[in-house]
């Protein structure tokens, strides 16, 4: 009865490196979610997966920005060339059919880009 | 496209009652209800359909306003663990989800 795990919990990354920040979704969950939280704010969505396929990707804030779930479990976020602005807490997200329905979390990952 | 929520911030005591309100310029189809302490993930706590079913987990009410596209969270005989940060949240066009502005509710003895 494992829930969401992220990993790294926490990232601290020079400006301009790259990183890449993974995401377990509960086994069996169809549906997965990537926001963006920044301090004080609501999580924004960057992008949504149906299993194995990148269904939304509108939230991506850039072109740095890349997600994939290649075997519709596991996904990764990947930032390249990580800037300040991007310095925010990543969710992840899964639910069990459709993106409508109930979203179990992970415990977010926080990137610091210094 | 993202949904707008009041209070900002509310302070009770413990006991005391409170709502939030959540409003939309979009349609909205459902709408979630989560609540986030500090330094932790979102946890959710309903979901309203449009049509008027609801579910949820814990003993706190909502309603739903399809044509006034607004949704509120009632919390009753607050407690000092439902402190926290409220979010609703309603799925959009596409596959995307928006969360509200948020309601930070502090409940104190």
């Known amino acids: 009865g494992a829930g969401v795990s992220q990993s790294p919990r926490y990232k601290v990354a020079k400006r301009g490196q790259d990183v890449a920040l993974r995401c377990d979704p509960i086994?069996?969950?169809?549906?997965l979610f990537w926001y963006q939280q920044a301090l004080g704010q609501g999580p924004e969505f960057l992008t949504y997966?149906?299993?194995?396929?990148?269904?939304?990707k509108s939230g991506l804030p850039s072109d740095r920005f890349f997600a994939e779930r290649p075997e519709g479990s596991v996904s990764t976020l990947k930032i390249q060339r990580t800037q300040q602005e991007d310095s925010a807490v990543y969710l992840c997200a899964s639910s069990l059919g459709s993106g409508g329905n109930e979203q179990f979390f992970g415990p977010g990952t926080r990137l610091t880009v210094l | 496209q993202q949904p707008v929520q009041s209070p900002q911030a509310v302070i009770l005591r413990e006991g005391e009652d409170a709502v939030i309100n959540c409003s939309s310029s979009?349609?909205?189809?459902?709408v979630h209800w989560y609540r986030q302490k500090h330094g932790e993930a979102p946890v959710f706590l309903m979901i309203?359909?449009?049509?008027?079913e609801q579910k949820g987990h814990e003993k706190i009410s909502a309603s739903f306003n399809e044509k006034k596209q607004q949704s509120s969270l009632y919390l009753t005989a607050s407690q000092l663990s439902y402190s926290g940060t409220y979010f609703c949240g309603t799925p959009a066009a596409g596959n995307q989800f928006y969360f509200g502005t948020g309601t930070s509710l502090t409940v104190i003895p």
């Open positions: 086994s069996g969950h169809v549906s």
């Open positions: 309203l359909l449009k049509g008027g």
């Open positions: 997966f149906q299993n194995e396929a990148q269904l939304d």
């Open positions: 979009k349609a909205l189809y459902s």
